[in-house]
């Protein structure tokens, strides 16, 4: 259920999509930005890529202390999303089932992870220290933030000039390359990390991993090369190796996962295989922009400028659940998704402009990608209405009651809803969501 500000661009989403869109930079990247038009003296930007540890299971030690020192998992329905490293070290993995967990680390300590509250306040907490230093920050998902600071490491050069043969902070991906050439750009920016990483330390109490690189894509690959809490540079020589390391196309960040099944058709598997295939093939399959584009990054070219995030654009929430298939269900659950957002909305204080609806059905040949949407503008009296119980409104104030059911009216009425939804029908009927909305 989102909530749009502006644009589309949802807060987290599961999906490739996400990744599609952060990694769609100039059409024709060997035209424009960086590699062709770089400012006298500029080789290259430096880009660096924050990931949190053990994101949720962090909060939730932030929060209990006492966890620290047990193996935790951070449970959302019957799924373990994240794990702290005392529980990575007896066995237990992301995304494990709850059962697989219990019967790996039966002393396993679990904590529910349905509310994301905290979560999304520390996430936008890192966001917000980041910007302190340097504006061009881009989140990516809850734990993940690129930062370009190109100019801050341009300001230190020719404030400090670093010493030839000057030393990087953390790891080198690849520490042979180190001792034979020299990259006072990147050293500056591994220090400029290392020092960031401890301010999010110092002052929210958070450790992650940062990635070092000439570009948000190879940022990206290096940063979880060791993990947890420590930070790795690639330095251009290596981008061939790193590239070639990862095997199938699908790891490539911004390949998704229909990407990679055409990409399959072709008999491209590796990413070797992508660099190789005759552009002209791709170029078939793809548009061109996208061919082009599918090879650079094959390349670990990617000219993709980091682009500030800023406040978010929508607001969204969401549940998943075995079987749904009743109005009362429906309508109940819309309701729990739409108080929660309500809340939200006013804390926010902007109008809200767009209202979309979301399912995801399950179909057992397309587990992942059945995702339908409608959308409709929200009237502006509406709009006004949503905003008008101040950002001081308590949860379970009559004020707050009578505000949502009256939104709750007025929305059905708008949206000819429920009374459109014909039971099964939203469920099995795959037009249904057509007449979900006018
Ligand atoms: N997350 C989730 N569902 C997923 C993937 C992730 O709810 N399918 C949440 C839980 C994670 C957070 O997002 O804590 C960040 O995801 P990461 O993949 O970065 O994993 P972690 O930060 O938990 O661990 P790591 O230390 O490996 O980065
Ligand atoms: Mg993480
Ligand atoms: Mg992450």
Redesign the pocket.
């Known amino acids: 259920l989102v909530n749009k500000m502006d644009i589309s661009d949802e807060e987290m989403d599961?999906d490739d999509g996400q990744w599609r869109s952060r990694f769609t930079g100039p059409e024709e990247p060997a035209t424009s930005g960086w590699s062709v038009n770089s400012p006298p003296g500029v080789p290259h930007r430096v880009i660096l890529h924050f990931?949190?540890?053990?994101?949720?299971?962090q909060v939730e030690m932030i929060r209990d202390p006492s966890l620290r020192e047990v193996p935790l998992g951070?449970q959302?329905k019957y799924i373990i999303?994240?794990c702290n490293?005392v529980a990575r070290e007896r066995g237990v993995t992301?995304?494990m089932s709850v059962t697989d967990a219990k019967e790996k680390c039966p002393e396993l300590v679990l904590v529910r992870?349905e509310d994301l509250t905290l979560?999304r306040e520390a996430s936008h907490q890192v966001t917000e220290l980041l910007s302190s230093f340097c504006p061009l920050v881009e989140r990516l998902?809850?734990?993940?933030n690129f930062m370009d600071v190109t100019e801050m490491v341009e300001r230190r050069m020719k404030e400090t000039p670093p010493p030839e043969g000057y030393s990087f902070s953390g790891h080198v991906y690849n520490p042979s390359s180190e001792l034979d050439s020299d990259h006072p750009r990147l050293a500056l920016g591994s220090h400029i990390a290392a020092e960031l990483r401890d301010a999010v330390h110092s002052r929210l109490g958070l450790t992650?991993?940062a990635g070092v690189a000439t570009n948000k894509l190879l940022a990206k690959l290096v940063s979880?090369t060791f993990?947890?809490n420590q930070q790795t540079v690639l330095l251009p020589e290596d981008v061939g190796h790193i590239m070639e390391s990862l095997g199938g196309v699908r790891k490539v960040p911004g390949v998704g996962h229909q990407t990679a099944k055409r990409l399959h058709q072709l008999g491209v598997v590796s990413v070797k295989d992508l660099q190789l295939l005759p552009l002209p093939d791709l170029v078939k399959e793809f548009r061109g922009a996208v061919a082009r584009r599918l090879r650079n990054l094959s390349l670990g070219v990617d000219d993709s400028p980091v682009t500030p995030s800023g406040a978010p654009q929508s607001l969204s929430d969401e549940d998943s659940f075995k079987k749904m298939s009743s109005e009362a269900e429906v309508v109940e659950k819309i309701q729990q998704l739409l108080s929660r957002l309500v809340e939200r909305m006013q804390k926010d204080g902007r109008q809200p402009q767009t209202f979309r609806l979301t399912i995801r059905r399950y179909t057992p040949t397309n587990k992942w990608f059945s995702r339908e949407s409608r959308q409709c503008p929200i009237p502006s009296h509406l709009g006004q209405k949503i905003l008008s119980g101040g950002p001081a409104l308590q949860k379970d104030s009559a004020k707050h009651q009578s505000l949502l059911e009256n939104w709750k009216c007025d929305l059905k009425k708008f949206l000819e809803f429920p009374s459109k939804i014909q039971n099964k029908e939203i469920l099995e009927s795959p037009k249904s969501m057509n007449e979900f909305f006018l």
Request: net charge negative; with cysteine; aromatic share 20%.
């Open positions: 599961g990931d949190l540890d053990c994101f949720y299971a951070i959302q999303v994240t490293y992301k995304l992870g979560y998902g809850f734990d993940e992650g991993c979880g993990k947890p």
